[in-house]
């Protein structure tokens, strides 16, 4: 049988509101260090920043210096590092999946060199290496990494409402991050339900993650999907299609106000059997 199976991330910080309450209890004992150099990407408790998605908010806004010569020339977009959070919390292995402006790029990665050690990921009682991203949305007439039209080569884009982007502050951390309204295992079952795994990726035994982005307005609506990092166009499509279906989230909210969030989610195409043969 076909399945495709899927990964529900936005951002590490986004698991903080459920998380922190366990993991206040994790930090209290002994935790032993692993003696493996394995980099987990889905430890079964994920590595924060110090103080959770508010305190990194704060960070990134008092750390931003929109460069110069960038303002100049009005560049904007979205940035997204991936990096390893070492078993003493340092950051490492910084890797960019999403460019912008070459500046932009430059200052998003400064910053993240400039952050403070993370809480590290534990896995089966042990702290252990993983991997995470944070993306930075860069937007001149804001003081943090806020919004704008992203710069990617690869476009796919589906329920576009450029005046959302426009007109708004787009945000990518916020104090409650947007919500599937039936949860993750009601988006697992609603993308599951929903996905048609492309017949020719599937008959040459293509597989893969497609990284995606779009925004959840202030009043639950999605829009502005668009393939992030993806190297197979059918798949990358097949993605941008079924989230293009779904319905109304739980907005986010910023200070106890609704707002527009940006969200990342990964899309894994996972073949479970031999390759049809072609007719």
């Not at 910080?13 to 260090?33: L, R, Y």
């Not at 704060?58 to 560049?75: C, M, Q």
């Not at 919390?89 to 912008?100: C, K, P, V």
Request: aromatic fraction near 8%; include cysteine.
């Amino acid at each position: 049988m076909n399945r495709s199976k899927f990964l529900f991330v936005f951002v590490a910080s986004i698991f903080i509101g459920s998380f922190v309450a366990k993991q206040s209890v994790v930090m209290a004992q002994d935790t032993p260090v692993s003696k493996s150099d394995r980099i987990f990407e889905e430890p079964d408790i994920m590595a924060i920043y110090p103080g959770g998605a508010p305190e990194m908010h704060r960070f990134i806004a008092a750390s931003l210096k929109y460069p110069e010569d960038a303002r100049e020339r009005n560049a904007q977009g979205l940035v997204v590092y991936t990096f390893v959070v070492e078993k003493d919390g340092s950051l490492s292995n910084f890797n960019i999946i999403h460019r912008a402006d070459p500046l932009l790029n430059e200052e998003a990665l400064r910053i993240l060199q400039a952050m403070p050690a993370w809480r590290p990921a534990r896995h089966k009682g042990e702290i252990v290496r993983s991997e995470t991203y944070v993306p930075m949305y860069f937007k001149l007439n804001q003081n943090v990494a806020a919004s704008g039209s992203p710069v990617q080569p690869v476009r796919n884009y589906s329920k576009t409402n450029q005046e959302i982007i426009e007109n708004n502050t787009i945000y990518t951390i916020v104090d409650k991050m947007p919500q599937y309204s039936y949860g993750e295992s009601g988006l697992s079952a609603f993308i599951a339900h929903n996905i048609r795994y492309p017949r020719e990726a599937r008959q040459e035994g293509i597989q893969g993650r497609i990284l995606c982005s779009f925004i959840v307005a202030s009043d639950g609506s999605i829009s502005n999907i668009e393939v992030v990092e993806g190297t197979n166009k059918a798949l990358n499509d097949e993605a941008v299609r079924v989230l293009g279906l779904m319905p109304k989230w739980i907005p986010g909210e910023n200070n106890g106000v609704n707002v527009h969030v940006k969200c990342l989610l990964p899309i894994d195409f996972v073949i479970d059997e031999t390759p049809i043969p072609p007719l």
